[in-house]
């Protein structure tokens, strides 16, 4: 048999095995893993690794913002980024805003994303608990296919108050979806801002002295314990610090159906960026806040023993310059009112890779599990997504583990006009990356068009 393409000699990473072996891909798919496999085109894979092509379980993309204006990084640009950087797979979140229906703001997404280069899966953001959100809206867009709901604990225009959180986490029992959190008290954290600010501490850095680790630590526990009290899944977003994963590790212990996933920054930036000069620390303003190397050192334990099973962007851009980003209010506001959120789309994969495997810190086997395996099995995709199988979406990506680059926002086509990792120097780098079969990325070039993406309908897995 020829196969259409074939990746010969690679050596392929899954989250068990490393080995070295040909793949065979007819049409969208992986038909045979072998040896001596023919096909019409040729890959040849000689010294490189061969992974399942990355999946970013949480990105912010084409977003709309609770005052009506949309995330500057569409669709077509965003999965320009995550293609650059190995990723072909992206759940990102439909909004829901003040006095529109929750069904319509899920459709309204998915008629956004019709624009995306690759595949993608939606989480719906719930920050209403009307009944009509809760009766009729969860229940029916789980029927559409979302991937998984996400409600906050923190910030004005979306926090729950304990009781609508538990109202979400019945809904979404009886519909099947994980409830992914994001966890910070957030009247503790109000009160801590008034407090800098009366203090006149207006500076970036204040941004991380106002939302401590115990905040954080206080609504984790609190998130579990009312899902313990409801018995069901939850997930906690972007653990920020090992204080944190410790009581996710105890919770577990006790039983309690709790996942959690952090972010390349958490792993590679500190709390010292924020205290860059002028507007620069800006950049590094993201909630939960970046911690102390410390934190990030104690991280790594949570990561392999699969306490913290996933890694994921939270890409969030808002660009330093233009009316809608991180200077909407003028360079000199305070911190509160700089929105949070960091690019990193296209970094995620080449940041923890150069971090934690050229630092020996994970293993090969437990990149392919975090990057793409694990948020595959959470979000209901796997195995179509998130593992080399005959069967699976021929989603790879071919990666030379001797390539330096010195990052700079321009190789990531991306609208965002910074990234926080300009001139960080990383080995390891995607040479060629695949989407549903065909070459998507060639010699940093991306190749796969807007409106090549189709949405994926999406049912969220067991816990591992
Ligand atoms: O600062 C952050 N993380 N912004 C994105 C929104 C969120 O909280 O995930
Ligand atoms: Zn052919
Ligand atoms: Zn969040
Ligand atoms: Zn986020």
């Known amino acids: 048999m020829t196969f259409d393409i074939v990746i010969r000699n690679g050596t392929i990473v899954t989250a068990s095995d490393v080995f070295t072996a040909d793949i065979g891909i007819t049409g969208e798919t992986i038909d045979t893993i072998g040896h001596g496999l023919t096909g019409h085109h040729v890959v040849d894979a000689t010294g490189l690794l061969v ?211 952090t972010c390349p920054h958490y792993l590679s930036l500190t709390e010292a960026d924020l205290k860059r000069n002028g507007f620069e620390g800006a950049k590094y303003i993201c909630s939960p806040p970046l911690r102390t190397q410390a934190d990030q050192d104690g991280m790594w334990s949570y990561l392999r023993d699969g306490v913290i099973g996933i890694v994921s962007s939270d890409h969030c851009g808002y660009s330093l310059e233009g009316t809608s980003g991180k200077a909407r209010h003028g360079r000199d506001a305070d911190f509160s009112l700089i929105p949070n959120g960091m690019p990193g789309l296209g970094t995620r994969m080449a940041v923890l890779f150069d971090a934690g495997v050229n630092s020996q810190k994970i293993g090969l086997t437990d990149f392919v599990r975090l990057t793409a395996t694990a948020p595959a099995q959470r979000y209901g995709l796997y195995p179509r997504k998130g593992t080399i199988a005959p069967g699976s979406d021929a989603d790879l990506v071919l990666w030379d583990r001797t390539q330096q680059v010195r990052i700079t926002n321009d190789l990531f086509q991306s609208r965002i006009d910074y990234t926080p990792f300009e001139g960080r120097l990383v080995t390891g780098w995607p040479a060629m990356v695949l989407a549903r079969g065909r070459i998507a990325v060639e010699n940093g070039q991306v190749l796969r068009k807007p409106t090549m993406g189709r949405f994926l309908k999406a049912r969220s897995g067991p816990q591992d």
């Open 51 to 261: 992974m399942p092509g990355g999946i970013d379980g949480h990105c912010h993309i084409e977003q709309e913002e609770a005052d009506g204006t949309v995330h500057e990084d569409d669709f077509a640009s965003a999965s320009a980024s995550a293609l650059l950087g190995g990723t072909t797979t992206v759940v990102c979140f439909a909004s829901h805003v003040p006095g529109r229906n929750i069904v319509t703001q899920f459709e309204d997404y998915l008629r956004r994303g019709q624009n995306s280069r690759i595949d993608f899966a939606v989480h719906q953001i719930v920050t209403r608990t009307d009944a009509d959100t809760i009766e009729k809206g969860i229940p029916e867009i789980a029927r559409r296919g979302v991937a998984g709901l996400k409600v906050f604990m923190t910030y004005d225009d979306f926090h729950l108050t304990d009781g609508q959180f538990l109202r979400v986490l019945d809904a979404a029992k009886a519909s099947g979806l994980v409830v992914s959190v994001h966890c910070e008290n957030y009247d503790a954290i109000r009160h801590m801002i008034e407090a800098h600010l009366a203090a006149g501490r207006t500076d970036a850095h204040a941004h991380a002295t106002s939302r401590p680790p115990c905040l954080e630590r206080e609504a984790t526990y609190r998130a579990m314990t009312l899902a313990e009290l409801v018995d069901h899944d939850i997930q906690i977003f972007h653990v920020s610090c090992p204080e944190v994963a410790e009581e996710i590790a105890r919770a577990r212990h006790r039983g309690v159906k709790v996942s959690a996933e």
